[in-house]
């Protein structure tokens, strides 16, 4: 398959086939991401996407999962995403999930009526990077929407019918503003009220944005247990309904998977135990972690 540049897709997308249809990150501005800074945004035109799609036939026509990519592919007009989605429910006969990335602004920018169309013809999951709850962190790092714009983009999904994941960073306002960090975006996970949650530990490249603060000392990284802290006070306050919660990315020191509210009790007290006696043995090296 060819791609432009490097390609990204969420962790339980990795045994599904990948489809470039956009290149690069419309939005492309968060402090802390260098995922498509070496690319320009555009979408890919009905010829190249249908002969993606021709290749990845030829490849696996009995493939059952498909993820769009790049960052915001959900920002492609919908009639040629229903178009893109009536062709792979055509040529994969055995296709049964289709995912895609969505940034806030481009959920926002879609009708109700549109999403659930999406819906309609196939679409299945949603990857919305919520990242943080709190106003502040928001908008220094440059997402580009409200505390309460990403809430809104979360229920427009969940409205629609389409099963939504989201997604937060550990980490994300650094030492000064980590229980706030915690404690807002619980708020806002829980007004969500997604299917999935991940959370991930903030790790850095060199030329991010956000790592200059590091250097200057206007931000300080938290350690492997204030990270954990952070994550327990998340935790501790979210409010969902039936939400299966993972925190298995490489980035994270300490491996979790659980099904919430109902794993909740057993999920703090092994954070508790691990944060309590400061074992080390049970966190995962930093030289393991990566992006």
Same mark, same amino acid.
């Given at each position: 398959?060819?791609?432009?540049?490097?390609?990204?897709?969420?962790?339980?997308?990795?045994?599904?086939?990948?489809?470039? !249809?956009?290149?690069?990150?419309?939005?492309?501005? #968060?402090?802390?991401?260098?995922?498509?800074?070496?690319?320009?945004?555009?979408?890919?035109?009905?010829?190249?996407?249908?002969?993606?799609? $021709?290749?990845?036939? $030829?490849?696996?026509?009995?493939?059952?999962?498909?993820?769009?990519?790049?960052?915001?592919? =959900?920002?492609?007009?919908?009639?040629?995403?229903?178009? =893109?989605?009536?062709?792979? /429910?055509?040529?994969?006969?055995?296709?049964?999930?289709?995912? !895609?990335? @969505?940034?806030?602004?481009?959920?926002?920018?879609?009708?109700?009526?549109?999403? &659930?169309?999406?819906?309609?013809?196939?679409?299945?999951?949603? /990857?919305? @990077?919520?990242?943080?709850? +709190?106003?502040?962190?928001?908008?220094?790092? #440059? *997402? @580009?929407?409200?505390?309460?714009?990403?809430?809104?983009?979360?229920?427009?999904?969940?409205?629609?019918?389409?099963?939504?994941? #989201?997604?937060?960073?550990?980490?994300?306002? @650094?030492? &000064?503003?980590?229980?706030?960090?915690?404690?807002?975006?619980?708020?806002?996970?829980?007004?969500?009220?997604?299917?999935?949650?991940? &959370?991930?530990?903030?790790?850095?490249?060199?030329? &991010?944005?956000?790592? *200059?603060?590091?250097?200057?000392?206007?931000?300080?990284?938290?350690?492997?247990?204030?990270?954990?802290?952070?994550?327990?006070?998340?935790?501790?306050?979210? *409010?969902?309904?039936?939400?299966?919660?993972?925190?298995?990315?490489?980035? +994270?020191?300490?491996?979790?998977?659980?099904?919430?509210?109902?794993?909740?009790?057993?999920?703090?007290?092994?954070?508790?135990?691990? !944060?309590?006696?400061?074992?080390?043995?049970?966190?995962?090296?930093?030289?393991?972690?990566?992006?």
């Amino acid at each position: 398959m060819f791609y432009e540049g490097k390609i990204f897709r969420p962790p339980s997308e990795a045994k599904s086939i990948i489809l470039q !249809i956009t290149v690069g990150c419309r939005h492309n501005a #968060c402090t802390f991401c260098t995922m498509y800074k070496d690319k320009s945004f555009r979408i890919k035109s009905r010829t190249e996407i249908h002969e993606i799609i $021709a290749i990845a036939q $030829a490849q696996d026509s009995d493939a059952e999962r498909i993820f769009l990519a790049d960052g915001d592919a =959900i920002a492609v007009d919908n009639s040629l995403l229903i178009e =893109i989605l009536d062709q792979l /429910y055509k040529k994969f006969p055995r296709l049964k999930r289709v995912g !895609i990335y @969505g940034g806030p602004k481009d959920i926002l920018a879609k009708s109700p009526e549109e999403l &659930a169309e999406l819906k309609t013809h196939g679409l299945t999951i949603v /990857y919305l @990077g919520v990242e943080s709850g +709190n106003e502040g962190i928001l908008s220094s790092v #440059c *997402k @580009g929407v409200t505390a309460l714009e990403m809430i809104e983009a979360g229920q427009k999904v969940k409205s629609s019918g389409l099963t939504l994941s #989201c997604t937060v960073i550990i980490g994300l306002g @650094g030492k &000064a503003h980590s229980h706030e960090h915690a404690t807002d975006t619980a708020q806002v996970i829980s007004k969500i009220d997604p299917e999935y949650l991940g &959370a991930l530990t903030l790790m850095l490249e060199p030329e &991010a944005p956000l790592t *200059k603060a590091i250097k200057n000392g206007s931000f300080q990284i938290l350690t492997p247990f204030e990270s954990l802290s952070e994550l327990r006070t998340l935790l501790s306050e979210l *409010k969902v309904s039936n939400c299966v919660f993972r925190s298995n990315h490489a980035s +994270n020191y300490l491996p979790l998977r659980a099904t919430l509210p109902q794993d909740r009790n057993a999920l703090l007290q092994t954070l508790d135990s691990v !944060i309590d006696n400061q074992t080390l043995e049970r966190l995962r090296p930093d030289y393991w972690r990566g992006l």
